[in-house]
Structure formats: C-alpha cells, structure tokens
C-alpha cells in the first residue's frame, strides 16, 4: 500500500455538485452549487480544477473532459439528517448525526429563549433575525453601543451570535453573557451547534468592525473522530480557519485563524512549503458559503472559484512526492437557490498526488462523506473505530 506522509484536506464550503436522493426532503431537489453557478457566469475560467476531472463530475460550464492520472474525481452523498456546516465536517471526518441541529433562520429564536437571555444576563436584547455580521453592526450597532443592550442575530447555520461593542460592553461581559446563552441553547429545542461572541469597536455605523475576539462556545461532536484517532496516535492534526471551532478543538493538535479563501490558501501554503509533519491539514475556505453561497450571489461565487483555481498551481508544486491532497465540500449552498439557506446536495471529491499515476473518473458514488476520513485512517494504518463511518478509497492506494 503506498502511504503518505502528510495529507492536505481542503473544504471548498458549501461547493455541492448536485442533486441526491434525499434532497427532496430538505426543498433541495434540483439543486446544483457548481453547475448553476457556471451557468450564470457564462461559463467559468477554472483549469486546475478542470485538469482534476471537474467535468467528469457534471456539466460545469467552462470544463471539458480530460485526462487526469495524477488525480482521481468522484462524488459522495450525505449519510447524516442535515446540511449544515458541523453535520458536513463531523462526517468527513466519520461521525454520523442522526438529529439535525435547529436553525432559527426564517423566525429568530423564540420569546421565551430571548426573555431568558435578557433576565439572566441583565441586557436588553435587540435583533433577533437572521443577517450577516456587517449588516447588522450597521443596523444596530449605534443602538448596542447607546443602550449597552445585547444583538442577537442567526444565519443559515445551527449558531446564536451575539454582538457588543468592546468599549461600551466589555469583552469579558460578552463572554460571560455567551456562556450564559450556551447553557441554555443545550436544550433540545434549542440546542444550536454554536454561540459565538462578536466584538466590534468604531465609533458609528460608518467605521464599526468586528475584533479579532471572537470567541465559539461551540458542541463537541458526539463521539471521538478521526481527527482523535490521529492525534491520540501522535500524528499532526493542523487546521486552517474555522476547522478548530466546527470541532470544539478535539482532536486538534495545531489551529490558525483565517480572513478570507485567499488567507486560507496562504496558509495552506505556508504549511505545504515550510512544515514538515506527519498527519492531515484541514483546511476550510468559508466565503464560499458565507459571502457568495448565503447571499445569494452566483457571479461572486464564481470569481471565488476562478480566485481559488488560480492558486492550485503553487499548491500543486508545493507538494512532495509523499503528499496527497483532497479538494472537496461539506454541503451544498447554490446561489440560484431559493432563500438563502444551504442545500442539500453531493458533494465533489478530487484526490491528487504526484505519485497517482492511474488517476480517473470513479463512477460509483460514495454513500457518505466519511469515506475520505476512512481513507486517511488507511493510510496511516489505523483501525477506524467500529462507530465512525466510512470505507477507504482503495483506488488512492493502486
């Protein structure tokens, strides 16, 4: 069996590549991020992706057929009862969720949460709609800072963020007003994947910015993952941008922060050109999803891609010999979509090495996202525990 030393996993979020079967259940049937994004751009300027067999995948407009031996393309389907963020990630990386996460995305969160949230923490709180962070700081952030009130907001995702300003509120107080929602959002119905605390400074809805101070109260997953297995194996497990936070760090050995795709390629490069380890590095390229998937904006969507395509070239000459490196999504989040929540779609996988040399289209659909988490534990010659998902794909082994 060929085994690599280290293995980079990159998540282009929310980047589906279609339909499944149980799309239909979540309002989804018909739903294609890739597709339907290249269609409204007219078509799309991506060679390296289209070089690792992107067209075998569907009809991206822009993309053509071609042969690939350094790199296997194929496709999975979702195992786990959702299509949001954590639910992706956990199953990459093997666990199974049988009950989704609840989103307050079309009615806020409930009266009776935020009356409890007010009592408890002494604050009067306003918004309580789902919006993006920057948004809402212009909305409400001049009303936060007068009244040192709390904002409330959600998105498409399981979270309850809260926004204060640094000044006016204190982090330390936001915190503790975080912690406070946490408690309670461990309810059932209730109970979201993530609070977070959102401080911002400025003076007015004109220069207000969110701080470096985030910080997630976030659930751990419910069992231990391949991550764990890893890491309780002495392996690295390095990750890039919102990785550590999805996982509530377990099974993170090493964890750096990013501000956009480029960022986030930045340091996936640094870490392709300069470290030397052995384990996984996973990586997670949100504004994807956030800035272009959320807002329903396939011609930023597309430009994302085409920005992303751009660096694959130094990535690929980055890596040595003994590297494998996974291209692939957690959901699916197609701009053309109705709303502005994910959907649940396939997801792409690519698989590169400079030492594929038998590389192709594999047909067959994996039944779960956990089967490249499988395949990481194979390896490293692990035994995958009996309650994780996944099977190895053994063709990445040939």
Not at 51 to 57: R, V, Y
Not at 173 to 198: F, H, N, S, T
Not at 251 to 276: E, H
Request: some cysteine.
């Amino acid at each position: 069996m060929k085994k690599y030393k280290r293995i980079f996993v990159i998540v282009m979020d929310s980047a589906g590549i279609g339909t499944e079967p149980r799309s239909k259940e979540f309002g989804d049937d018909g739903a294609n991020t890739f597709v339907h994004v290249s269609q409204q751009c007219n078509g799309l300027d991506i060679p390296n992706l289209n070089s690792l067999g992107l067209a075998d995948l569907g009809p991206v407009v822009g993309t053509y057929r071609v042969e690939h031996p350094h790199s296997f393309s194929l496709k999975a389907l979702e195992k786990s009862n959702g299509k949001d963020t954590m639910t992706g990630h956990w199953e990459i990386m093997g666990v199974y969720t049988v009950n989704p996460f609840v989103t307050f995305t079309d009615t806020g969160f409930p009266e009776e949460l935020i009356s409890e949230l007010e009592e408890k923490t002494g604050h009067k709180v306003i918004g309580n709609y789902a919006s993006s962070g920057t948004e809402i700081l212009k909305e409400l952030g001049e009303a936060q800072k007068r009244d040192n009130s709390l904002i409330v907001y959600t998105s498409a995702d399981s979270v309850l963020q809260i926004a204060a300003h640094e000044e006016t509120t204190g982090v330390k107080e936001l915190y503790r007003c975080c912690q406070i929602a946490r408690d309670m959002c461990m309810r059932p119905e209730w109970m979201v994947g993530r609070v977070i605390a959102r401080p911002f400074v400025g003076d007015s809805k004109d220069n207000f910015k969110r701080t470096p101070n985030r910080h997630d109260y976030a659930l751990s997953p419910s069992i231990p993952t391949v991550m764990d297995v890893l890491k309780d194996n002495g392996y690295m497990v390095s990750c890039i941008g919102k990785i550590s936070d999805i996982f509530n760090n377990a099974g993170v050995v090493d964890s750096v922060k990013t501000i956009s795709n480029m960022d986030g390629m930045d340091k996936t490069m640094d870490q392709a050109k300069n470290k030397d380890f052995t384990g996984l590095c996973f990586v997670n390229l949100v504004e994807f999803d956030s800035e272009w998937g959320h807002r329903r904006d396939p011609q930023g969507y597309g430009k994302g891609f085409e920005d992303f395509d751009k660096r694959l070239p130094e990535l690929f000459d980055s890596l040595n010999e003994d590297d494998l490196l996974i291209i692939t999504a957690d959901h699916g989040n197609d701009p053309t979509w109705t709303g502005t929540d994910h959907t649940r779609e396939k997801i792409p996988i690519f698989i590169y090495s400079k030492s594929i040399t038998s590389g192709r289209y594999l047909p067959y659909e994996r039944t779960t996202y956990a089967d490249i988490g499988a395949t990481i534990l194979d390896n490293f010659e692990l035994k995958k525990p009996d309650n994780l998902l996944g099977e190895p794909i053994k063709e990445v082994f040939e």
